[in-house]
C-alpha cells in the first residue's frame, strides 16, 4: 500500500529519467520550491478513502494513451441546459481556459434543450434538486461526437448520479469512448446556502476552470496525480478542491507534453496570458516565475 506523504526521492523518479532532454525542458520538469508535495490525506480527504498506487511517466508511456493526431485533435464542449449569467461560470472563459493549458482547438457547440433529451433523472431526497442520470448522458455523447473530436465533454448546471445507491457524482467519463459529462452547480457556493461574497464569480470560475482541466486530462487517461499539488488530484470535497492549484505538477505536465507535443515555453506564456486576461492574479505571478526559472539558460527558445 503507497504510504503518504511520498518521499523525494519516490516523486522524482515519478517524473521519470531526464538526462538526455534539453536543458530547459529539464528545468521544466524540476519541481523546485514552485510544487509543493501532497501531503498525508486528512479523515474524509480522497486518498484516505480510495487507494491509489499512483501512475509516473513511466508507468503511462508504456501504456496505450488516447493521444490527439491529425484526425482527431479537437476539444469539443457540449453545454446541457442553460447557463444562467449570474451564477454559471462563462462558457466563453472555460474554452480560454482549456485552449490555455491543453493547447488544443476547443470548440463549444449549442446549448440542448434538458427537457427535451430524455435523460432519466430525479429528485434527489436530500438537496431536493432534479439530478439527470450520467449514464443516459454518456450513451448520448457517444452518439454525437464529431469524427474531428480528440474528446467531447458535456458540461451543465444540473446536479448528476451514476445510478440509485448514489448521492450525486461531480462528473463521470467514459476514457476510451472519450466522452464525459460533469457538473458545476455543487462548485457554486449557493448551493450549500452560503450567501454570494465578494469573491462569488471569481470562486464559480477558478472552481469550473479546474474542473474542467482535471475531467479533460482524464481523457488522455492521465489518472489521479499523487505526488504534488497538482490540479490532477483527487478530492472528495470542496475544502480539497479548493487546496489544489491549476497548474499541472512535472510528472502530469510531462505526460501531456508526451501526449500533444506542445512547446512548454509557448504554453506557460499563453496560460500567463489568460490568467492576466480573467484577473487570476496569483496563477498569473506563479507562471512569471516559473517561466523565468526555466529560461535561466541560454538554450530556452
Known amino acids: 500500500m503507497t504510504v503518504m506523504p511520498l518521499t523525494e526521492d519516490e516523486r522524482l523518479r515519478a517524473i521519470g529519467s531526464v ?151 461531480f462528473g463521470q467519463a467514459s476514457l476510451y469512448e472519450r466522452v464525459g459529462v460533469f457538473s458545476f452547480i455543487r462548485y457554486d457556493p449557493m448551493f450549500y446556502g452560503e450567501k454570494k461574497g465578494k469573491d462569488y464569480r471569481d470562486k464559480i470560475l477558478r472552481r469550473s476552470c479546474k474542473v474542467l482541466i482535471h475531467e479533460t486530462a482524464h481523457m488522455f487517461s492521465m489518472e489521479h496525480c499523487i505526488y504534488y499539488r497538482c490540479v490532477l488530484n483527487g478530492s472528495n470535497h470542496l475544502r480539497e478542491s479548493d487546496a489544489q492549484p491549476l497548474m499541472f505538477c512535472p510528472v502530469c505536465l510531462r505526460k501531456l507534453q508526451l501526449s500533444i507535443g506542445f512547446g512548454i515555453l509557448d504554453r506557460y506564456r499563453k496560460m500567463q496570458e489568460f490568467f492576466k486576461e480573467i484577473g487570476f492574479t496569483d496563477e498569473a505571478r506563479w507562471v512569471e516565475k516559473r517561466l523565468r526559472g526555466i529560461v535561466a539558460g541560454n538554450d530556452a527558445k
Not at 78 to 84: A, D, N, S, Y
Open 19 to 169: 538526462e538526455y532532454l534539453q536543458g530547459y525542458v529539464r528545468r521544466a520538469l524540476d519541481p523546485g520550491s514552485d510544487f509543493d508535495p501532497l501531503p498525508a490525506p486528512e479523515p474524509g480527504d480522497w486518498l484516505a478513502e480510495h487507494h491509489e498506487a499512483g501512475q509516473s511517466f513511466d508507468d503511462f508511456a508504456r501504456t496505450v494513451q488516447n493521444r490527439p493526431d491529425e484526425f482527431r485533435n479537437k476539444i469539443y464542449l457540449q453545454p446541457l441546459g442553460t447557463f444562467p449569467p449570474d451564477k454559471s461560470p462563462p462558457l466563453e472563459l472555460l474554452r480560454l481556459c482549456a485552449t490555455a493549458l491543453f493547447t488544443l482547438d476547443v470548440t463549444i457547440l449549442s446549448p440542448l434543450d434538458i427537457a427535451e433529451m430524455g435523460f432519466t433523472s430525479r429528485i434527489n431526497p436530500v438537496s431536493h434538486n432534479r439530478q439527470m442520470l450520467t449514464h443516459d448522458i454518456l450513451k448520448f455523447l457517444k452518439t454525437r461526437i464529431p469524427n474531428d473530436a480528440f474528446c467531447m465533454l458535456a458540461i451543465t448546471m444540473e446536479d448528476l448520479y451514476p445510478d440509485s445507491l448514489w448521492n450525486f457524482v
